[in-house]
């Protein structure tokens, strides 16, 4: 899409980084770029009380210490109410991007099918992490609805890249490097959480009773994490079991989970010492990749 275009930007605060309202002409679509923080002030907006698509968007670090993009994609025929539910249970988005129709003419079917080819196009792009992977089959639509919400979905992704929004452009990266492999490397995703153990609650929890208790586990990892591994404090000093995650239940009304094995843990043939890594490392849990962790040599090299 190459040819010029004109958009009309609204900025309703008046504030140049507070949300804008996009829109064109003879386009029936309208799009909504929102910093989390303005979510309180935007969210009274009756026209949000309609059908359509959004995209959370935030980042988080990679090994590296840089930081990439992270996603989640959905639909709702209330933007506002789900947006609001958002605000409340999602804690890595800082920015949303949405899109209603300004005659209400997207239903839950066209919805449905914007939702599915976003995703669709964010993994093709590879330039964020989904919260949400793509786990559905293209919806079904008429010849004429697909031809007409596939030119809503054109002019969404012609907007986006206007308002800051490059997570569905292929061919480019917004972590550190555009190579593919500097991008699969910043893209590395958690899956395993290694947790520091006293040996009675070692013993009695993670062997005995196949499970772990009591802990914080950070919700952008949780959805990821498949493995965890237990850290025995001194004598012992080194990581030396591993167990294969069934399910995280809520413990307690703090924020703690408990963390269900699928199966006994096992010990490792190559326990990972302590080594070489800083004071206080192992004071709470760290996570890795398993591919880290089935390299590691100490416990300095379990990080993300």
């Not at 890595?92 to 300004?102: G, I, K, L, P």
């Not at 992704?157 to 800051?164: E, Q």
Request: proline fraction near 6%; charge should be negative.
């Amino acid at each position: 899409m190459t040819e010029p275009f004109t958009l009309r930007v609204f900025v309703p605060s008046g504030d140049p980084k507070g949300t804008r309202i996009v829109d064109r002409m003879n386009w029936t679509g309208r799009g909504y770029y929102i910093p989390r923080e303005d979510w309180p002030n935007i969210r009274h907006r009756e026209e949000l009380d309609s059908a359509g698509v959004y995209a959370l968007i935030g980042h988080e670090p990679d090994e590296l210490g840089n930081e990439y993009p992270v996603a989640y994609i959905g639909q709702a025929e209330n933007i506002r109410i789900r947006l609001g539910q958002h605000d409340t249970h999602k804690d890595f988005w800082d920015r949303a991007m949405c899109f209603v129709s300004a005659n209400n003419g997207l239903n839950r079917a066209h919805i449905t099918w914007l939702e599915w080819s976003l995703m669709a196009a964010a993994e093709k792009a590879g330039r964020c992490r989904l919260e949400n992977g793509l786990t559905h089959s293209e919806p079904l639509l008429s010849e004429s609805e697909k031809a007409d919400v596939r030119s809503f979905l054109n002019e969404m992704l012609r907007l986006m890249p206007v308002m800051g929004v490059h997570i569905f452009e292929e061919g480019k990266s917004e972590a550190a490097s555009t190579k593919p492999e500097a991008v699969a490397e910043a893209q590395k995703i958690p899956e395993v959480i290694v947790v520091p153990a006293q040996a009675e609650g070692f013993h009695s929890a993670f062997i005995d009773s196949n499970a772990w208790w009591a802990i914080r586990v950070a919700a952008k990892h949780r959805p990821n994490l498949k493995w965890i591994a237990a850290y025995q404090v001194l004598p012992v000093a080194a990581v030396t079991h591993l167990a294969e995650i069934d399910r995280f239940e809520p413990y307690g009304d703090e924020g703690k989970f408990k963390v269900v094995f699928k199966s006994p843990a096992e010990k490792l043939d190559r326990p990972i010492p302590y080594g070489n890594a800083i004071s206080g490392a192992m004071q709470g849990p760290r996570y890795c990749t398993r591919k880290a962790f089935d390299e590691a040599q100490t416990v300095a090299d379990l990080v993300v």
